[in-house]
């Protein structure tokens, strides 16, 4: 079996799916990123709930769409949010709670997270971490939209803060399968939380 292949598959069906029935939101269309996806703010909310993100301080997020509501939401609780600059390219852009009151939604996008964060090129002590995905599986095996750059986040987060740092990824329900094909090198999800309820591997 050739396992790119069926990482491409899986993401052409997984895009499909969502505009097919509805779930994909804006930026329209969702094949070749991170899909955002309706509920994506219910995902967020859960997200809340669990003992990692109300025990850590500073989290890491992904830059992406559907990851909006968990910045924002970070930021409304107190918290330092870390974001990986699109592609890695300007490194890490860190963004402190108590500098930005009242400008939390436009500091949770990419534009007011370079116009208001503080650029690094490493990556700063997190205490959790949340990635996007395009397909994920209950054992925990994600697949992104091909860059590999989500795999060199958890990589780096891993490497330099240990395996206790743990990797949630926010997705909606229909984007659980049943198997993600795995490949040397692929960083596997702690917790999967749809709109539906908090998934731990």
């Known amino acids: 079996m050739d396992i790119r292949k069926e990482k491409e598959r899986l993401r052409e069906e997984t895009w499909e799916r969502m505009e097919r029935?509805?779930?994909?939101?804006f930026p329209l269309p969702c094949r070749g990123?991170?899909?955002n996806f309706v509920d994506a703010e219910k995902a967020a909310a859960l997200l809340r709930e669990i003992?990692?993100?109300?025990?850590?301080?500073t989290i890491f997020v992904n830059p992406d769409s559907p990851q909006f509501y968990v910045r924002r939401q970070a930021l409304l609780d107190g918290k330092t949010v870390v974001m990986a600059s699109p592609r890695l390219k300007k490194g890490f852009i860190v963004l402190k709670s108590e500098l930005l009151k009242g400008i939390e939604d436009?500091?949770?996008t990419i534009k007011g997270a370079f116009r208001h964060g503080k650029l690094s090129e490493e990556i700063p002590k997190v205490d959790l971490a949340v990635q996007g995905s395009v397909a994920v599986d209950p054992h925990g095996n994600r697949l992104g939209k091909g860059g590999g750059y989500g795999d060199r986040e958890i990589r780096l987060i891993r490497e330099s803060y240990g395996s206790g740092v743990?990797?949630?990824?926010?997705v909606h329900s229909t984007q659980v399968v049943s198997s993600v094909p795995r490949e040397e090198g692929d960083q596997k999800i702690d917790i999967i939380i749809t709109e539906k309820g908090?998934?731990?591997?």
């Open 21 to 25: 029935l509805g779930i994909a939101r």
């Open 51 to 57: 003992e990692e993100y109300r025990k850590a301080k």
């Open 106 to 108: 436009e500091a949770s």
């Open 166 to 170: 743990k990797v949630v990824t926010t």
């Open 198 to 201: 908090v998934h731990r591997v």
């Open 33 to 35: 990123r991170i899909p």
